[in-house]
């Protein structure tokens, strides 16, 4: 019979060692991360997400946040990109960059391409010290002291962290442009905030 104890025990240890890992987040949050800010506020383009792995599955989910939140966004899969995909990006365009140990050999490889086309860049990195991080005007710091995992291999700790610091940049966006509600209703007509705020009398009143 399975120890429904040590089941809650186990969850309880994952839950308290990723809430540890984002707390330790907040003294890392300074002026790369305003840095990052201004240069995405500056961006005339898109902001073109690049991750591989879990780091592309948080990248898809900051690019959805950013898109919903008055940041043009999409999410570009690093691979497809050395095979034509970088033809999807303009020279207005900035790239943000995920990758754990910053070495991720797809996205190293775009770096200088990115260069070539005079992109800003910004990395999220679990190493700052890493490639990825010092070819960037800016780092944000995703490191953590472990991950979740007992094993300490599979991306749990780092994906949360990736994942919390994505939306501290989306939200730190969308109040400098001073985004509202009915910004965001825009953005999400089908759901039930859009149709509140976007549903006039009109539409539904039969003469």
Known sequence: MTDHKALIASAQRT??????????????????F???????LACKGRIVVVGMGKSGHIGRKIAATLASTGSAAFFVHPAEASHGDMGMITADDVVLALSNSGTT???????????????????????????????????????????????????????????????????ALLEARGFTAEDFAFSHPGGALGRRLLLKVENVMHS
């Open 34 to 40: 305003a840095r990052a800010c201004e240069i995405l």
């Open 105 to 171: 050999s797809e996205i190293v490889t775009l770096l200088p391409l990115i260069k070539r086309l005079g992109l800003p860049l910004i990395s999220m990195t679990g190493n700052p010290d890493s490639i990825l991080a010092h070819a960037a005007a800016a780092n944000l710091d995703a490191s953590v002291s472990s991950e979740a995992c007992p094993l300490n291999l599979a991306p749990t700790s780092s994906t949360t962290v990736a994942l919390v610091l994505g939306d501290a940049l989306a939200i």
């Open 15 to 32: 839950i308290r060692l990723e809430a540890d890992a984002i707390e330790q987040l907040l003294a890392r949050i300074g002026e790369d």
